[in-house]
C-alpha cells in the first residue's frame, strides 16, 4: 500500500522548521565600524588550523593555536575578546561546526564560556 501524499505546506511553515538553527550560539558583542574586514590571508591561516572533532584531534591545542593566531591580528572596532568570539566558529568544521550549532543562540558571550564549552 503507497503511503497517503505529503500534507501541503506553506514556505513559512518550511522556514519556521529550522527557525532556531539559523541563530548564533556566540553572542557577538557589538562593534564601533559599519564593517569588519578580515584579509584573505587570516581566512586561509584560519582553515589551516580547522578543527573537525574527531577524536585523534587536541581541542586544547586547537584553542592554544586559535588564541595565537588571533594575537597576530587585530580587528578595528571590536575588542580582542569580541574578535575571537567572531572568528572562532570559522575554525570549526565538520562534527565540530554542528556541536557548535547545537547551542542555544546567544548561549555563549565570552572567551571563558566558550573555552569551558570546548573543553567539556
Not at 539559523?22 to 565600524?33: G, K, P
Not at 595565537?68 to 565538520?94: A, N, Y
Request: glycine fraction near 4%.
Amino acid at each position: 500500500m503507497a503511503d497517503p501524499p505529503p500534507s501541503e505546506r506553506t514556505v513559512g511553515e518550511y522556514g519556521n522548521r529550522n527557525r532556531n538553527r539559523a541563530r548564533l550560539a556566540i553572542h557577538n558583542q557589538s562593534v564601533t565600524v559599519n564593517k569588519l574586514e578580515v584579509s584573505p590571508a587570516l581566512f586561509q591561516e584560519l582553515k589551516e588550523i580547522h578543527f573537525s572533532g574527531k577524536l585523534n584531534e587536541d581541542a586544547n591545542r586547537h584553542l592554544t593555536d586559535f588564541f595565537e593566531l588571533c594575537e597576530t591580528m587585530k580587528m578595528g572596532g571590536c575588542s580582542e575578546e569580541g574578535k575571537r568570539l567572531r572568528l572562532f566558529p570559522l575554525s570549526l568544521k565538520d562534527d565540530a561546526n554542528e556541536w557548535l550549532n547545537s547551542f542555544p543562540a546567544s548561549s555563549i558571550t565570552t572567551r571563558d564560556d566558550l573555552e569551558d564549552k570546548f573543553l567539556e
